[in-house]
């Protein structure tokens, strides 16, 4: 059996190498040859690794549902909403000097599928579980508010993004104007702790399948 997660795919190499990490923190904890693979602009491809012929546990690095966990990953789940992914969020805001309760604004890159507006809705609770303060969420893409819509002076911005990258670039010129604005969500140790249970749970699935 062998681990193998599914990124987006950046052009941006350590956007890429998040995926890696968590995917080797996770094979590890987990005692399983592990692989991180992509959709697409990244190699290796999803569809080339599962092409082989090797009995394989497939867990998506994508934050919310959408065309490609919808198409791309069918019969698969989303990596969020999880409260340890709003965990954490709330380490990568505190690390960037937000106060804890300050007003946060979780920005995701968004989606035109209603289904990630549900996912968006639960990850902002999650979030303000964890920080203990009011969240708002925003869009940079799809459906939803944009940042220059919601974000104010006093905020603090967090990332609802795995990885650096476009969006990301994106996402700090729209939040100029709020007071802090976090590293998206990268390869914590929660991260690392949310895949290994997607795992287990897939794993437990097939034993009483």
Do not use: K
């Not at 805001?93 to 007003?103: F, K």
């Not at 919601?150 to 007071?179: I, K, Q, T």
Request: hydrophobic content about 50%; overall charge neutral.
């Amino acid at each position: 059996m062998r681990l193998v997660t599914v990124a987006h795919g950046t052009r941006y190499a350590p956007g890429n190498d998040v995926a890696r990490a968590l995917t080797a923190g996770a094979g590890e904890l987990l005692g399983m040859p592990a692989v991180a693979t992509y959709v697409e602009l990244a190699e290796p491809l999803f569809a080339e690794v599962v092409a082989t012929p090797e009995p394989t546990v497939v867990v998506p690095l994508l934050l919310s549902t959408g065309y490609h966990v919808r198409h791309d990953l069918a019969g698969t789940r989303a990596l969020g909403p999880h409260p340890l992914l709003a965990s954490a969020q709330a380490a990568r805001l505190q690390a960037a000097g937000a106060e804890p309760g300050r007003p946060v604004v979780m920005v995701a890159a968004g989606s035109t599928d209603p289904l990630a507006t549900r996912d968006l809705m639960l990850a902002a609770l999650h979030l303000s579980a964890a920080w203990g303060g009011p969240v708002r969420w925003a869009t940079l893409a799809g459906l939803g508010r944009r940042p220059a819509e919601v974000v104010r002076a006093d905020d603090a911005v967090s990332p609802y993004l795995l990885a650096p990258g476009h969006f990301g670039d994106r996402l700090r010129a729209e939040c100029a104007a709020a007071a802090v604005v976090a590293d998206p969500i990268g390869a914590h140790a929660d991260v690392v702790d949310l895949v290994v249970e997607r795992a287990r749970e897939q794993m437990a699935a097939r034993r009483t399948a």
